[in-house]
């Protein structure tokens, strides 16, 4: 079975300050890895996804999503962190059949102080 | 996502109570998908559909029963609500038009208490 985990319930960061956001993943076959983000009183909006190509994957909002394999790790980046970045933050994967759903982890709340 | 409807946002009803949660899209995606949100938990999957003939299981199927009445309009029911199905729901729609990774998109949610 696909599994995600998000090993920090909150990360807090300056503004300003660089930010990461951390997800594993467990999946057999190649991955497909998805970030979104969730507003207060929001529903989900996707940011980026990994599919093939390139390890480092650029999305909405000046955020980036480093893949590694031997890791089994995409972890969220964005170089300057602004605080209305502030929100839930969640990783997913899909298997490679494409015949499953996404496997959502807990998610992760970013605060970013000014 | 204004392309994605829910109704009711909010409600709130007794234990044994029958409910439906409805989710309408103007997407002309062909998939969508109900999942149920709690505190620590992230979103769980409860039913999905790829068309309107194909529906499957989740994760945490029981006490709920799904109807894809067309390709736009996908409902949620609980038989008879409890308290622990207390939660935010979410319907969520994707396009597998051309691909079948491509995202999904969610609509507002449902806040649902059984009291």
């Known amino acids: 079975a696909q599994s995600v985990a998000q090993p920090e319930d909150q990360v807090n960061v300056a503004e300003g300050n660089p930010l990461t956001v951390k997800c594993t993943y467990s999946?057999?076959?190649?991955?497909?890895l998805f970030w979104y983000v969730q507003y207060p009183n929001r529903g989900l909006q996707f940011l980026l996804k990994y599919i093939t190509g390139d390890n480092l994957v650029k999305g909405s909002y000046g955020f980036e999503a480093e893949f590694n394999k031997s890791q089994t790790s995409f972890h969220l980046k964005k170089p300057s962190a602004l605080v209305s970045d502030s929100a839930l933050y969640f990783c997913?994967?899909?298997?490679?059949?494409?015949?499953?759903?996404?496997?959502f982890g807990s998610g992760t709340r970013l605060q970013v102080q000014p | 996502d204004a392309d994605v409807t829910q109704t009711p946002r909010n409600r709130i009803t007794k234990t044994g109570k029958r409910i439906m949660l409805e989710c309408s899209q103007t997407?002309?995606?062909?998939?969508m998908y109900w999942y149920r949100q709690d505190p620590g938990l992230g979103l769980r999957l409860i039913y999905y559909s790829f068309d309107v003939k194909d529906i499957n299981k989740g994760e945490i199927s029981d006490g709920y029963s799904v109807s894809r009445q067309a390709q736009a309009k996908f409902s949620l029911s609980l038989e008879s609500a409890i308290p622990n199905q207390t939660a935010l729901y979410f319907c969520a729609t994707s396009d597998t038009g051309t691909s079948v990774y491509n995202e999904q998109f969610f609509g507002p949610g449902t806040r649902l208490t059984v009291l």
């Open positions: 997407k002309g995606h062909d998939r």
């Open positions: 999946v057999s076959g190649n991955p497909y």
């Open positions: 997913a994967v899909r298997d490679h059949t494409g015949r499953r759903a996404l496997t």
